[in-house]
């Protein structure tokens, strides 16, 4: 169990998180999907597992994460939670889901909470969708926000370059920020926006703001595990650091077992019946 965080057992909840903020100590997160890789997480100690609609891209192999359905969320959320013990698990309502009508969106976080006994779903958008946070809000269910770069409106971005560098939008995301707040998230995630804005966001509201591509000013950061593990080898943007290369691993030991198999070195007198 990690020993760099103030209480390294102690259960991660909402309120914990802004507790972190207000005496200054950063917050981890990281994606999972699964049982496994949610364990392994968990007990080294992560703050918060976001089960991420990344999950389309790095799970379902999609090139957005708009075809996933609530469905195939509540599936790896259910895996997750599974897995965990201490970390704060937070599910993404995927594309479709909520946006538009906000009764709609209260029945689908209500879903996602019945069914996966996670603690909390994020959104993306801020005004556009502030009625439906509201409604799932007023249901008692945790709601984390999500505003800079918001991958379920590519379409309408047409690119993932970084956002909020003129200065209506990041006007705008700063008034979103501040809405944010004042209806209730317990915190948000800025994804891919200038670090002068993420750090005046995060010094102007009391709710942590966790950071992808959006520099050393948040209360905390956030990368997809496959991308930090090395699993991806085509994504490098600038964000990302990348702590251990698993795709060389994997695919060295993937070889040895196949030679291993090939010259029937595998298995040995010791390891069969
Ligand atoms: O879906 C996801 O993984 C996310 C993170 C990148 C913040 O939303």
Known sequence: MSTNTIDSTRKVTTRRLIEMKQRGEKISMLTAY???????????????ILVGDSASNVM????TTLPITLDQMIYHAK?????????????DLPFGSYQGNSKEALASAIRIMKESHAEAVKMEGGAEVAESIQRILSAGIPVMGHLG???????????????????????????DAHLLEEIGCFGMVLEKVP??????????????IIGIGAGGGCDGQVL??????????????RFLRRYADLHSVITDAVGRYIEDVKHSDFPSTSEQY
């Open 34 to 48: 699964d049982f496994t890789s949610a364990r392994i997480l968990d007990e080294a100690g992560i703050d918060t």
């Open 60 to 63: 379902a192999g999609n090139t």
């Open 79 to 91: 895996s997750v939670v599974k897995g965990v013990r201490r970390a704060l698990v937070i599910v």
């Open 149 to 175: 770069l918001t991958p379920q409106s590519i379409n309408k971005f047409g690119t993932y370059n970084v956002r909020a560098r003129e200065e209506a939008e990041a006007e705008k995301l700063i008034a």
């Open 195 to 208: 670090a002068a804005l993420a750090t005046r966001v995060a010094d102007e509201v009391s709710i942590p």
């Open 224 to 237: 997809v595990m496959h991308d930090m593990l090395g699993l991806n080898r085509g994504f490098s943007p």
